[in-house]
């Protein structure tokens, strides 16, 4: 079944805390985004990685990090938590380069930083 | 910087009637026009979409349609039921980016 997997589902951390939350996409897509959703706020575009090595910050950038070593696999880091990074999580791919064209959802990640 | 306006943010409909969603674009470029319906707890998922080439697609219940030269495009959902409850997400996208409105609930009254 074509799918975008993200893990953990739900976290809660503490402040300071490094956390990586996965993502890994069956489908041989290019394109790969992280999104953070907030009530009133939408999805803001945190990082996308156009292919593998190539990545480059959203909107909302500031606190994250992410790699793209292998085309299937993109995880976003969290070096140093901070409450202001609680959100609902989503990563996202597409088959084709750059565009939203098909955008495949993963099922979300829940992250509470106290 | 470029945006994608969404309106309204809240929508009640009674079942049976018409749900019209509007959105505004600035940047020009853009040129890709998805739908997303995320339903309470789960993920956005793609309902429908637009290129920029053309001005209305439809779907069975659902339809979109695109003004270029306006830059605003909306969606159509006839004959609302129940299960059409849920947030929609409109969005615009071109080469490289693709930018979200803020989303609407709508919410359908029995």
């Known amino acids: 079944e074509a799918q975008v997997t993200q893990n953990p589902r739900y976290l809660i951390t503490v402040t300071g805390k490094k956390l990586t939350v996965t993502c890994s996409q069956n489908m041989n897509h290019e394109y790969m985004s992280w999104y953070r959703q907030d009530p009133g706020l939408g999805l803001r575009q945190i990082y996308y990685?156009?292919?593998?090595?190539?990545?480059d910050k959203g909107d909302v950038p500031e606190g994250y990090k992410v790699s793209r070593k292998e085309k299937r696999n993109f995880p976003l880091i969290l070096e140093s938590p901070s409450p202001n990074q609680t959100s609902l999580y989503f990563c996202?791919?597409?088959?084709?380069?750059?565009?939203?064209?098909?955008?495949?959802f993963g099922s979300g990640t829940r992250l509470t930083v106290v | 910087g470029e945006n994608v306006e969404q309106h309204p943010s809240t929508l009640s409909v009674q079942e049976g009637d018409s749900a019209v969603i509007k959105c505004t674009y600035s940047?020009?470029?853009?040129?890709?026009f998805p739908w997303y319906k995320q339903e309470l707890g789960k993920r956005p998922q793609l309902i429908i979409d637009i290129r920029s080439n053309v001005g209305e697609k439809k779907d069975q219940r659902i339809a979109v349609t695109l003004n270029k030269t306006a830059k605003h495009f909306s969606l159509h959902i006839t004959e609302t039921q129940p299960e059409d409850s849920a947030v929609y997400f409109c969005a615009a996208s071109r080469e490289d980016k693709i930018i979200f409105g803020k989303g609407t609930r709508l919410h359908i009254l029995p």
């Open positions: 996202a791919s597409s088959p084709i380069r750059g565009q939203g064209v098909g955008y495949t």
């Open positions: 940047d020009s470029a853009s040129n890709y």
């Open positions: 990685s156009m292919n593998v090595e190539v990545t």
